[in-house]
């Protein structure tokens, strides 16, 4: 299964940028800790980016007797990075691994992530040396609103990696993505990119156009957990950052991103002219995209989440259309208190 033998797997750096974060950092660091992943081959490193709560003593308490960890005070900002990209540019510089990984401070890791990550970097029929890999998020929690965003992540997650097998490279996922070392520094690392608040879509393309093969895993075994955002303002503000990302898409990728985003407004208007066609239509995007929903549920192990899908349609329905409008408000992207 593995390009790398059991007995040989390669060094792996774990990069994870953490502001503010003292009520969720530690269960991110005991999950890291349960990893299935030779502790000698392993180095951690945690960047305190200017956290104004006590995230750095959370950090330094529980890697005390813990070799493979360190704790960077980021005090530095290079030129042409902000905010989590000049974190994870500085931890870079002090990373020993072939391969680098890179997760968010509140996200919590599957122990079969490493290994099941590093299996992707085995060579394609591309003849193309895998450059970038990303693997699944879901979302954490019992609240129907969590439940529908991990219903919404399993389809998105879905459509990325079809775009993967198809070879169009879509983007990376900063909470779940590995690099390979050459292919990091080939392209000059997060301080060579444009200035970006997707930075994980930023270096994810960079990569791709330096020539490198990518990949993506739909797969249980590379599953990470993330809390959904605590309320609808944080939530239409992730949105806002994301949509930066969307709006760089190619052109045919671009309109099949707002099509998903807006097609059940555009029906809504299209029924005053021609009602049969538009509830044709619209009945037949639902079916599909339960029936998609339901064997992506199956693959992924996530099969709990069957019932939140009937919710799904209306959720898109609605915040789809929020979001979407929300992006276009003269308003900048708030993340982490900072002011983009």
């Given at each position: 299964?593995y390009?790398?033998?059991?007995?040989?797997?390669?060094?792996?750096s774990?990069?994870?940028?953490?502001?503010?974060?003292?009520?969720?950092?530690?269960?991110?660091?005991?999950?890291?800790?349960?990893l299935?992943?030779?502790k000698?081959?392993?180095?951690?490193?945690?960047?305190?980016?200017?956290?104004?709560?006590?995230?750095?003593?959370?950090?330094?308490?529980?890697?005390?007797?813990?070799?493979?960890?360190?704790?960077?005070?980021?005090?530095?900002?290079?030129?042409?990075?902000?905010?989590?990209?000049?974190?994870?540019a500085?931890?870079?510089?002090?990373?020993?691994?072939?391969?680098?990984?890179?997760?968010?401070?509140?996200?919590?890791?599957?122990?079969?992530?490493?290994?099941?990550?590093?299996?992707?970097?085995?060579?394609?029929?591309?003849?193309?040396?895998?450059?970038?890999?990303?693997?699944?998020?879901?979302?954490?929690?019992?609240?129907?609103?969590?439940?529908?965003?991990?219903?919404?992540?399993?389809?998105?997650?879905?459509?990325?990696?079809?775009?993967?097998?198809?070879?169009?490279?879509?983007?990376?996922?900063?909470?779940?993505?590995?690099?390979?070392?050459?292919?990091?520094?080939?392209?000059?690392?997060?301080?060579?990119?444009?200035?970006?608040?997707?930075?994980?879509?930023?270096?994810?393309?960079?990569?791709?156009?330096?020539?490198?093969?990518?990949?993506?895993?739909?797969?249980?075994?590379?599953?990470?957990?993330?809390?959904?955002?605590?309320?609808?303002?944080?939530?239409?503000?992730?949105?806002?950052?994301?949509?930066?990302?969307?709006?760089?898409?190619?052109?045919?990728?671009?309109?099949?991103?707002?099509?998903?985003?807006?097609?059940?407004?555009?029906?809504?208007?299209?029924?005053?002219?021609?009602?049969?066609?538009?509830?044709?239509?619209?009945?037949?995007?639902?079916?599909?995209?339960?029936?998609?929903?339901?064997?992506?549920?199956?693959?992924?192990r996530?099969?709990?989440?069957?019932?939140?899908?009937?919710?799904?349609?209306?959720?898109?329905t609605?915040?789809?259309?929020?979001?979407?409008?929300?992006y276009?408000?003269?308003t900048?992207?708030?993340?982490?208190?900072?002011?983009?």
């Amino acid at each position: 299964m593995y390009e790398f033998a059991p007995t040989n797997l390669p060094t792996v750096s774990i990069l994870i940028a953490a502001r503010n974060e003292e009520h969720t950092i530690l269960d991110c660091l005991r999950a890291i800790d349960h990893l299935d992943y030779p502790k000698n081959q392993l180095q951690i490193l945690v960047g305190n980016d200017h956290s104004t709560d006590l995230t750095a003593d959370v950090v330094d308490a529980f890697i005390q007797d813990k070799p493979t960890y360190r704790l960077l005070t980021i005090t530095e900002t290079l030129p042409n990075l902000n905010g989590k990209a000049n974190v994870l540019a500085q931890l870079a510089h002090h990373a020993t691994g072939s391969f680098l990984f890179t997760t968010d401070a509140d996200a919590r890791v599957s122990p079969t992530w490493l290994r099941a990550m590093i299996s992707q970097f085995r060579p394609k029929k591309t003849g193309k040396t895998i450059g970038v890999v990303s693997g699944c998020t879901t979302i954490l929690g019992e609240s129907v609103w969590a439940r529908v965003q991990a219903v919404e992540c399993v389809l998105v997650f879905k459509l990325i990696a079809f775009a993967a097998d198809l070879g169009i490279p879509l983007t990376g996922v900063g909470n779940n993505m590995a690099l390979r070392r050459e292919a990091y520094e080939q392209v000059g690392g997060f301080e060579n990119q444009p200035l970006s608040v997707v930075e994980d879509y930023t270096i994810f393309q960079a990569i791709v156009k330096k020539g490198y093969g990518f990949g993506h895993q739909l797969d249980p075994d590379t599953m990470v957990g993330m809390l959904p955002p605590p309320t609808v303002g944080a939530y239409l503000q992730q949105r806002k950052r994301w949509m930066r990302g969307v709006f760089d898409l190619p052109l045919p990728l671009l309109l099949s991103a707002l099509i998903h985003y807006l097609l059940g407004p555009l029906l809504l208007v299209l029924a005053f002219w021609m009602p049969g066609l538009a509830l044709g239509l619209y009945t037949a995007k639902v079916l599909g995209q339960t029936l998609l929903l339901w064997s992506t549920l199956h693959q992924l192990r996530q099969t709990y989440l069957w019932v939140s899908t009937l919710l799904y349609e209306p959720y898109q329905t609605v915040f789809g259309l929020l979001a979407f409008v929300y992006y276009w408000l003269p308003t900048g992207v708030v993340w982490k208190g900072r002011h983009y």
